[in-house]
Antibody
């Protein structure tokens, strides 16, 4: 059974960089059938897609965050990471990592496995 | 960005009721539409992909339909464990976008 687990600081100061890592266990990270996604959810609000990365290092980001986001992947450790620069209180949210699974024709991806989420609070 | 609009934003229903949630896309997404269930304090859970494909292990009382810009999620006979918030999401293009959610509460 595939499992994803987020890790990283739960408190980040304004203007600093938020850094999170997602560790994948129980399956491979090295397949083009999957993207590795980050999604966030401010307290009491809806879901926002941050972006994703493939094991090759190819990325796609939400334009609303693109100037501040970096993602990387380490296939040897089965980990992928998120960095978000210059954070403000508006970046306070539960951050989820998830797997985007493509169908047999390579289309129609869906987020089929999720980490439990980690709350990151931006505050001095 | 493709905007996803869900309605209603919340509803009250009783055990055994049939519940329908709608999701509209701001442009055609063919069948690149997924539905998730989220319970308080938990991660979202994939119910339906590709508009109508029920995920393994998801009860058959859940069904999805639609294509283009209009989609529905139906719960045939509401059970106690179905009280949750439901989100639609388009995967036709990036950025992936979610609907605002529909909270299903007990009447």
């Amino acid at each position: 059974q595939l499992q994803l687990q987020e890790s990283g600081p739960g408190l980040v100061k304004p203007s600093e960089t938020l850094s999170l890592t997602c560790t994948v266990s129980g399956g491979s990270i090295s397949s083009l059938s999957y993207s590795w996604d980050w999604i966030r959810q401010p307290p009491g609000k809806g879901l926002e897609w941050i972006g994703h990365i493939f094991y090759t290092g190819t990325t796609n980001f939400n334009p609303s965050l693109q100037s501040r986001v970096t993602m990387s992947v380490d296939t040897s450790k089965k980990q992928f990471s998120l960095k978000l620069d210059s954070v403000t209180a508006a970046d306070t949210a539960v951050y989820y990592c998830a797997r985007g699974a493509y169908d047999s024709s390579g289309h129609r991806p869906a987020l089929d496995y999720w980490g439990q989420g980690t709350l990151v609070t931006v505050s001095s | 960005d493709i905007q996803m609009t869900q309605s209603p934003s919340s509803l009250s229903a009783s055990i055994g009721d049939r519940v329908t949630i709608t999701c509209r896309a701001s442009e055609s997404i063919t069948t690149y539409l997924n539905w998730y269930q989220q319970k308080p304090g938990k991660a979202p859970y994939l119910l339906i992909s590709a508009a109508s494909s029920l995920q393994s292990g998801v009860p058959s009382r859940f069904s999805g339909s639609g294509s283009g810009t209009y989609f529905t999620l139906t719960i045939r006979s509401l059970q106690p464990e179905d009280f949750a918030t439901y989100y639609c999401q388009q995967s036709y293009t990036t950025p992936r976008t979610f609907g605002g959610g529909t909270k299903v509460e007990i009447k």
